[in-house]
């Protein structure tokens, strides 16, 4: 297919009807409304189903309903109707049930506001609902890759039986891009077959399914967490991705961000680098799990670390993380909707370099006065 | 040769059920899998158990299971019906996971009018909790969270869903049955199998309350709950079909209807005169 011009969130449902999915369920939140709209559009013509749930703790459980028959099922919200579906989600999760959920954040808490945000890194990577989960946490920085990363999270659904969310921010979902699905688009995993585990009626030619979550001999239940936790592991074993701009060569500053931010943060590079500042740039792509080696070894080759969020400060603690304390990591985030732009980045690195600078002639001077 | 004339229904697992001595869900189980099994629908059913007594209804019921949260398994059972239009869903729900934190799913499950059937098993109290007050206790009955009795100046009156659920214009069989008798529960199992049926033609939502009886949190012997399930739950909670596909959209018209020319600005419409909505008045 050529490039076509089109709005994240109508991207990201094409993909998932690209990828097989024919049922989605959800509930109107801005700004994501596009998506669930595609769908009802689109969805008939492939003899698929759109339902308009009554709420989004409907939907997230029509989509445990659903996916629990093997099918390939999509939900989309925002934010606030996130927080409506932890409940669907930690039931999925630990039922072990292939699904996509995505969550075109806005800003918060609350209520909040509808314009982009990036608030929901904690509730989407560190569990979100109730009890020990983990899911695939997959964040794209343009609609194009929006549309790639859709595709992926189904054959990962399927592949780990876990939830997959796809974790974009207000401008994923509403700006325009170009963007082409290929023909031959391969699954990134391979397809396993269902009909082991698929509530589709018992014939006696399998074991009855059971989708339940409910565990309540202690013993079993720990022997269920664990074997979850084998597979989280497995994630973190094969699943990481990033990309990583200018770090396979000494920098001054690795700055450290994701989704659409990153853009923002690779045109201050790049008016840095004119201007002779040397800066690495890592984007986790996976946010669970996290690139904590690649952030490492980046920040190893600088002299200080920039994470940029729009929020508060929460990808930063696994930054911390990573780093463990060999460079100093600064923070740098906007909230409410407000965005970063190039220029603040660039005046936060050349802040970082100064300081840096000031430090060392002090400690210059202190050792100068001692002698 | 001997005639086998009594058995295990073949929908129902051979495990021991876990529910009190007295306790009417077994009776219930038994009624919904013996209509399964004379409809041959084992093959393509799949239950959803609700959180509640029932919780682990999917190992007595010998058929594809889902286990929901708390009040969504109507949600569940339209993801599993919308996936899978051929398969015959249904679930088995309580009082306080239906009626209670479960309204907004079954009101909207049954106005979507989505083709599953749901067993709702009315004992007017919460059982798996220890006997808290539920959404259909009756006015004075005592409950560990109303212990000197439902007071309806503070809880309101016990919702009675069928007759709440057939104000609904969507097409539906809505109906309540008993079986705190052996009479009341072969009846129960004509109208449950009624109930299938409608969904095995592909036909409407269906609906089947059953009143039941909880010996355990009621504080009575099982006998004494089923006289007392008689005198007290029968003359609030009517038996019978209340709505079927092929009956009236819905309720006659107002009990009081308002005059022309009253006090109240915008009229409200009448029933049955759908085209003087929007506050017309129409002459």
Redesign the interface.
């Known amino acids: 297919m050529a490039r076509k011009l089109m709005k994240g969130c109508e991207a990201i449902g094409e993909a998932a009807i690209r990828a097989g999915c024919r049922?989605f369920?959800g509930y109107p939140i801005t700004p994501q409304n596009e998506i669930p709209e595609y769908m009802s559009r689109r969805l008939p013509e492939v003899g698929g189903?759109f339902?308009q749930?009554?709420?989004e703790?409907?939907?997230s459980?029509?989509?445990?309903?659903?996916?629990?028959?093997g099918?390939r099922?999509l939900t989309s919200s925002s934010s606030p109707g996130i927080s409506l579906m932890m409940?669907?989600l930690s039931?999925i999760a630990a039922s072990e049930l292939p699904c996509v959920i995505v969550n075109i954040m806005r800003a918060g808490p609350g209520l909040g506001g509808i314009l982009p945000s990036q608030g929901d890194y904690f509730q989407a990577t560190k569990g979100g609902g109730h009890g020990d989960y983990r899911c695939l946490v997959l964040a794209p920085w343009s609609v194009q890759e929006a549309a790639d990363l859709v595709q992926d999270a189904f054959d990962l659904a399927d592949y780990y039986r876990n939830p997959v969310l796809v974790l974009g921010d207000g401008l994923i979902g509403q700006m325009m891009e170009p963007v082409e699905f290929r023909e031959d688009r391969a699954p990134c995993r391979p397809l396993l077959d269902k009909r082991e585990w698929a509530?589709?009626?018992?014939?006696?030619d399998r074991p009855?399914?059971?989708?339940?979550?409910?565990y309540l001999d202690p013993e079993v239940l720990e022997r269920h967490n664990q074997k979850l936790k084998a597979k989280y592991d497995a994630m973190v074993r094969d699943e990481v991705r990033f990309a990583a701009y200018g770090t396979d060569q000494d920098h001054d500053v690795l700055i450290v961000a994701y989704g659409t931010v990153a853009r923002v943060c690779k045109t201050a590079q790049e008016d840095l680098a004119e201007a002779g500042v040397r800066v690495g740039l890592l984007r986790p792509i996976t946010l669970f799990p996290f690139p904590y080696e690649a952030v490492r070894q980046a920040a190893d080759r600088a002299r200080a670390v920039l994470v940029v969020e729009l929020s508060t400060g929460q990808m930063v603690e696994d930054v911390k993380m990573a780093v463990m304390g060999r460079r100093p990591v600064h923070f740098y985030g906007r909230q409410g909707g407000m965005l970063a732009s190039p220029e603040a980045v660039a005046d936060q690195v050349r802040a970082i370099l100064s300081e840096a600078a000031s430090a060392t002639s002090r400690r210059a001077a202190r050792r100068g006065g001692a002698s | 040769m001997m005639e086998l004339v009594f058995g295990r229904p073949r929908s129902l697992t051979r495990v021991p059920t876990h529910y009190c001595p007295g306790c009417t869900h077994g009776v219930v189980h038994r009624l919904i899998a013996e209509v399964l099994d004379e409809l041959g629908l084992?093959?393509?059913?799949?239950g959803?158990?609700p959180v509640g007594c029932a919780?682990?209804a999917?190992a007595y019921f010998?058929?594809?299971?889902?286990?929901?949260?708390h009040g969504?398994a109507p949600?569940?059972?339209?993801?599993?019906?919308?996936?899978?239009p051929?398969?015959i869903v249904f679930t088995y729900q309580g009082d306080g996971d239906l009626a209670s934190i479960g309204m907004?799913?079954i009101?909207?499950c049954a106005n979507?009018g989505e083709k599953v059937t749901v067993v709702f098993v009315n004992n007017a109290i919460y059982g798996m909790t220890g006997g808290q007050m539920a959404p259909t206790t009756l006015p004075g009955q005592v409950a560990t969270t109303c212990p000197f009795g439902r007071d309806v100046e503070h809880a309101g009156y016990p919702v009675r869903m069928v007759e709440l659920l057939s104000a609904l214009r969507t097409p539906a069989f809505l109906a309540r049955v008993s079986v705190h008798s052996p009479a009341r529960a072969i009846q129960a199992r004509a109208i449950l199998r009624r109930a299938f049926e409608h969904q095995v033609a592909g036909r409407c939502f269906s609906l089947v309350e059953f009143l039941s009886t909880c010996p355990t949190n009621w504080g009575q012997t099982p006998p004494e709950a089923c006289r007392w399930l008689e005198a007290n739950m029968i003359p609030y909670y009517p038996l019978g079909v209340f709505k079927t596909p092929e009956g009236p959209d819905r309720a006659p018209g107002p009990v009081e209807p308002l005059s022309r020319g009253g006090s109240v600005a915008s009229p409200m419409p009448t029933a049955g005169a759908p085209g003087r909505a929007n506050g017309e008045t129409g002459d």
């Open positions: 049922l369920f189903t339902v749930a009554e709420s703790v409907a939907a459980n029509m989509l445990y309903g659903a996916a629990g028959t099918e099922v409940e669907g039931y509530a589709r009626g018992w014939k006696g009855r399914a059971i989708i339940s979550s409910l | 084992q093959g393509r059913a799949v959803v158990a919780v682990v999917y010998n058929v594809d299971m889902y286990e929901a949260s969504r949600a569940v059972a339209t993801g599993v019906k919308r996936a899978h051929e398969l907004g799913e009101i909207h979507r």
